[in-house]
């Protein structure tokens, strides 16, 4: 299926930290998931004399796990914190569906991507509203996956806040539980890189609007119409600030 041709505006959209984010998360979920799996599975190779003669590697695969998850973590608070100090399309409330606006957005997606009743693309300046709230839903297991991996870290981790740690692994069931939801939810990071993928170069073929290169240079190719749309909402939301500025500064005066 391939969309008409369409005029199009370029349009920047992702800033250069939201960038940044993208390719650092995945950079490590990558090696953390193959690194991970390492350590649950050791190649037969890896095990008895085989494992004599590497020396210490299960030990550097074990820190190198552990390092990454950090980097993870730190990467992780920088995006939250520019959830708040970002774009329109890089805030928070991209990633949960409180207005009708994205609702709607989720189930015409769901037309297109999944049910493939519409030949219809959608066309979104930053995320569509299914793919936000899918990222707000990973945000939430990466919170989940990192408690988990610093509760596994904590027995032997010579850290500020291990033993508050070591003390929540122990009200979730104990070490092996904690593990188990570690590994499984591993799974979810494996399934999301799949369709993630997948569905990037989907949405580049039918939209023709570069999403899979916005990612690197940060601009993407969006219909006029939608542009000119946009950019009535942002003058509307100006007008809007500019009267609740007037407001407020008009009851200063009237207390005064």
């Not at 350590?39 to 004399?49: N, V």
């Not at 552990?66 to 914190?81: E, H, K, P, Q, T």
């Not at 936000?132 to 919170?143: D, I, N, P, S």
Request: aromatic share 16%.
């Amino acid at each position: 299926m391939r969309v008409k041709k369409v005029p199009l505006r370029e349009i920047y959209v992702w800033q250069i930290p939201v960038r940044i984010f993208h390719w650092v998360n995945a950079f490590c979920i990558f090696f953390l998931i193959i690194s991970g799996l390492l350590i649950a599975y050791p190649p037969a190779i890896l095990q008895g004399d085989g494992a004599q003669q590497l020396g210490y590697w299960f030990g550097y695969l074990r820190f190198t796990h552990m390092v990454l998850g950090v980097i993870l973590i730190v990467n992780f608070l920088a995006r939250i914190y520019w959830m708040f100090a970002g774009n329109k399309f890089a805030r928070w409330d991209n990633y949960i569906p409180l207005k009708k606006k994205q609702w709607r957005g989720i189930f015409d997606t769901l037309k297109v991507d999944i049910f493939l009743l519409s030949p219809k693309p959608i066309y979104d300046i930053g995320h569509n509203s299914l793919a936000a709230v899918t990222y707000g839903f990973l945000f939430l297991m990466l919170v989940v996956q990192s408690i988990t991996g610093l509760c596994l870290w904590s027995p032997t981790a010579d850290i500020i806040g291990a033993e508050a740690f070591e003390g929540l692994a122990f009200k979730l069931g104990g070490l092996m539980i904690v593990k188990q939801i570690h590994f499984y939810l591993m799974w979810v990071f494996v399934l999301f890189m799949i369709i993630h993928i997948y569905l990037v170069f989907y949405h580049d073929y039918i939209e023709r609007n570069g999403i899979a290169s916005s990612i690197i240079g940060g601009w993407k190719f969006i219909d006029t119409e939608v542009v000119e749309e946009y950019q009535k909402e942002l003058q509307n939301e100006e007008l809007i600030k500019e009267k609740e500025h007037t407001i407020r500064e008009l009851k200063k005066r009237g207390n005064k």
